[in-house]
């Protein structure tokens, strides 16, 4: 069962979050289950591959699921529209978890975070800094600040970013002396703006039938830039992301070393890493052999994980 709610972002109460919430077969409101949050990559909004997602794995784990748009996006509140403030949408997971916790029939002690693209990296951040997060899930992750600095086949210099940071400090003055706002692309808008396979790939999921939407129109505003260039998804993954670990990469995704760099640098003693051969970064969204693949690896994942945390619970004889 599906469900379309809306609530107040804790973090900031001026802006109503949309979300899509999972309810699993045979879902009792009188019972406690776990539930998983589900994180949109950047541009992305909902009713694209965070709901798919969403929707699979309250099928196979039997639990709550919900996956909703960032504050600035999709049919959420805020502005300016489409702001892609990295710090914003790591804390917007840990808003959604607090609206988790008001729901009778969720048990506010076994929550699960995963996400898509960017929305895996953000996720890895929420739980480096929030406990509540019990286990970890990414698909074709992104660290959003390493791939604006460092291209998206790491092969450019950290520094040799300044460029756009100066882009997104312009972009403030101008917007602060009366200009419209400035944005920029998060995915290619324009076929011929592709620069490789993979994201004339991420083009066509956007922008065309394959699974494009109104409320995602595929750019960013350029004040980001400010945030994202200097920003780390992973900081401090070393101490502070010990919470089990399930990653999910392409076996030819150009991102695949950002997967890499994360399962690396996780302090979790329970991590893996697994590879979805023949697939590349798009093609995890919503390719159904891919999609299958990689739910047949994080619902067991989650399963075990947050079960584990529920049996922990119980009272011994």
């Given at each position: 069962?599906?469900?379309?709610?809306?609530?107040?972002?804790?973090?900031?109460?001026?802006?109503?979050?949309?979300?899509?919430?999972?309810?699993?077969?045979?879902?009792?409101?009188?019972?406690?289950?776990?539930?998983?949050?589900?994180?949109?990559?950047?541009?992305?909004?909902?009713?694209?591959?965070?709901?798919?997602?969403?929707?699979?794995?309250?099928?196979?784990?039997?639990?709550?699921?919900?996956?909703?748009?960032?504050?600035?996006?999709?049919?959420?509140?805020?502005?300016?529209?489409?702001?892609?403030?990295?710090?914003?949408?790591?804390?917007?997971?840990?808003?959604?978890?607090?609206?988790?916790?008001?729901?009778?029939?969720?048990?506010?002690?076994?929550?699960?975070?995963?996400?898509?693209?960017?929305?895996?990296?953000?996720?890895?951040?929420?739980?480096?800094?929030?406990?509540?997060?019990?286990?970890?899930?990414?698909?074709?992750?992104?660290?959003?600040?390493?791939?604006?600095?460092?291209?998206?086949?790491?092969?450019?210099?950290?520094?040799?970013?300044?460029?756009?940071?100066?882009?997104?400090?312009?972009?403030?003055?101008?917007?602060?002396?009366?200009?419209?706002?400035?944005?920029?692309?998060?995915?290619?808008?324009?076929?011929?703006?592709?620069?490789?396979?993979?994201?004339?790939?991420?083009?066509?999921?956007?922008?065309?039938?394959?699974?494009?939407?109104?409320?995602?129109?595929?750019?960013?505003?350029?004040?980001?830039?400010?945030?994202?260039?200097?920003?780390?998804?992973?900081?401090?993954?070393?101490?502070?992301?010990t919470q089990p670990l399930q990653i999910v990469a392409g076996s030819l995704a150009g991102s695949k070393w950002m997967s890499q760099d994360l399962y690396n640098r996780a302090a979790s003693k329970n991590?893996?890493?697994?590879?979805?051969?023949?697939s590349n970064h798009m093609k995890l969204y919503d390719v159904p052999q891919y999609v299958d693949e990689a739910v047949s690896v994080l619902a067991p994942f989650f399963k075990e994980n947050l079960e584990?945390?529920?049996?922990?619970?119980?009272?011994?004889?």
């Open positions: 069962m599906l469900q379309k709610i809306s609530f107040k972002n804790s973090s900031n109460p001026n802006i109503t979050m949309s979300a899509l919430i999972n309810f699993p077969e045979g879902f009792d409101e009188s019972k406690k289950y776990p539930a998983i949050v589900v994180t949109h990559p950047g541009g992305g909004v909902k009713e694209q591959t965070a709901g798919l997602y969403a929707q699979k794995m309250a099928a196979e784990t039997g639990f709550i699921t919900i996956a909703t748009d960032a504050s600035y996006q999709g049919e959420s509140g805020g502005e300016p529209r489409q702001l892609e403030n990295p710090y914003i949408r790591t804390e917007d997971i840990s808003a959604v978890i607090d609206y988790l916790t008001t729901l009778t029939y969720v048990d506010k002690d076994t929550i699960g975070a995963m996400g898509i693209c960017a929305g895996a990296g953000y996720t890895a951040n929420a739980a480096i800094n929030d406990r509540r997060i019990k286990a970890v899930g990414t698909i074709s992750a992104v660290n959003i600040g390493s791939m604006f600095r460092n291209g998206w086949e790491n092969t450019i210099k950290s520094a040799d970013a300044i460029p756009s940071l100066e882009a997104g400090s312009n972009a403030r003055n101008l917007e602060a002396n009366g200009s419209d706002i400035v944005t920029f692309a998060l995915a290619p808008l324009k076929k011929e703006d592709a620069p490789n396979p993979e994201l004339l790939e991420a083009w066509e999921y956007y922008h065309t039938q394959r699974c494009e939407y109104p409320t995602a129109p595929g750019f960013a505003t350029s004040r980001s830039l400010t945030q994202i260039i200097s920003y780390d998804a992973f900081n401090m993954a070393e101490d502070f992301l991590k893996k890493f697994h590879i979805v051969e023949g584990e945390v529920q049996d922990s619970k119980k009272p011994t004889s």
